[in-house]
């Protein structure tokens, strides 16, 4: 299994450009989510869902948008990308989301600038 | 709000030295809590998981304890070795939505 895999590993955007970061599981989760990383703040959950069809909002929403017409893709789009989502996003999925045991595993990460 | 914090920030020992990494959380009611390793410019990868009902886990050199009441959680690395070095993380749970909330980190250096 590859695991959880993100693309690209790097992107620069002028502000107010659109792009989609990419994720993609090949082990049958149900679950997915996006974070982002930022020095000083952590990592916050920006959307997730539940499984294909279904998506909701995490901590830091605004500026970004889901879907989930499979159930090994999540992307996340950028509508018009602001100097404050430079960020490193990080992609995760586990088996349920509500089961204990559920162990999250995580991509490699996108590393965005913007200009 | 769930705050979870993690100290020291930074951490730097000899090799061989056995260490302990503190987390703590401000809400009791967590479903799991879990221990993340994350070396630099790479993603996250899950060490130990501990559910809300157990007091520790273990993984050949780490063992993580979980104290629920106090909202504390550490994880205790054995015979430290400069292979170790790297960022750790602790995130909880608060309740089965599958959502983490992570502390910032606590970097350990090993130096050989």
């Known amino acids: 299994n590859a695991g959880v895999t993100q693309t690209p590993k790097f992107q620069v955007l002028k502000t107010g450009q659109s792009m989609t970061l990419q994720c993609a599981q090949d082990?049958?989760?149900?679950?997915m989510s996006w974070y982002r990383q930022d020095p000083g703040m952590g990592l916050r959950l920006i959307h997730y869902s539940v499984g294909a069809g279904i998506t909701d909002q995490g901590e830091v929403p605004n500026g970004y948008n889901v879907s989930r017409s499979t159930t090994e893709d999540f992307p996340l789009r950028l509508l018009s990308a602001a100097p404050s989502q430079t960020s490193v996003y990080f992609c995760?999925?586990?088996?349920?989301?509500?089961?204990?045991?559920?162990?999250?595993?995580f991509g490699p990460g996108t590393r965005l600038t913007v200009l | 709000k769930q705050e979870v914090t993690q100290i020291p920030a930074a951490l730097s020992v000899p090799e061989g030295e056995n260490l302990v990494l503190n987390c703590s959380f401000t809400d009791s009611a967590i479903y799991n809590l879990q221990w993340f390793r994350q070396d630099p410019g790479k993603g996250l990868t899950s060490l130990l998981l501990i559910q809300s009902s157990q007091r520790e886990q273990t993984s050949g050199r780490l063992n993580a304890s979980l104290d629920k009441s106090s909202g504390r959680s550490t994880l205790y690395i054995a015979a430290s070795q400069p292979g170790d070095s790297a960022t750790y993380l602790c995130?909880?749970?608060?309740?089965?939505?599958?959502?983490?909330?992570f502390g910032q980190g606590t970097t350990l250096q090993v130096k050989p």
């Open positions: 995760a999925s586990s088996y349920t989301g509500y089961t204990s045991t559920d162990t999250q595993y």
């Open positions: 082990m049958n989760h149900e679950y």
């Open positions: 995130a909880v749970t608060p309740g089965n939505t599958g959502k983490l909330i």
